[in-house]
């Protein structure tokens, strides 16, 4: 199982660290910033102790399981601001597609049509539903 944390803020990887040290977990994935609180160290650390191998949540990335692919459409890069470093996931599963957008600001997300990890822009968007950390839309 893969695990995805989309923002290393304290308050959002504290829930994860028992997740990590799940056996079913064999990789992770997260905005690979070096250790903006000790929460985020401790995520770190658990993940290594138990070699699992982390990648760092960039466009471009995509995870395919069972029946589901998660594509990261951003971060592009690391960014002085966590919240313009947000990861934005578009999540496929069968005919069914979510765009989540977590904590992503709202300048992340003016500029994902235009990003070339969204294909033709907007128009490959359309018609998934939207799912951000406050609220849910279509």
């Known amino acids: ?43 770190r650390a658990g993940l290594s102790a138990r070699q699992v191998p982390v990648l760092a949540l960039r466009a471009g990335l995509t995870v395919h399981g069972q029946g589901f692919t998660i594509q990261c459409l951003a971060p592009d890069g690391i960014y002085s ?15 069914e597609r979510i765009l989540y957008l977590g904590d992503a600001s709202a300048k992340e997300q003016q500029s994902l049509p235009f990003r070339t990890s969204t294909r033709a822009g907007y128009g490959y968007l359309s018609g998934a539903a939207r799912a951000g950390s406050r609220s849910v839309g279509r």
């Open 81 to 95: 601001n966590p919240k313009d470093g947000a990861g934005i996931l578009l999540i496929t599963l069968g005919s």
């Open 1 to 43: 199982d893969v695990v995805i944390d989309t923002k290393p803020a304290a308050k959002n990887v504290a829930s994860l660290l028992d997740v990590a040290q799940h056996p079913a977990v064999g990789e992770g994935v997260d905005p690979g910033i070096e250790y903006p609180s000790q929460t985020y160290a401790r995520w």
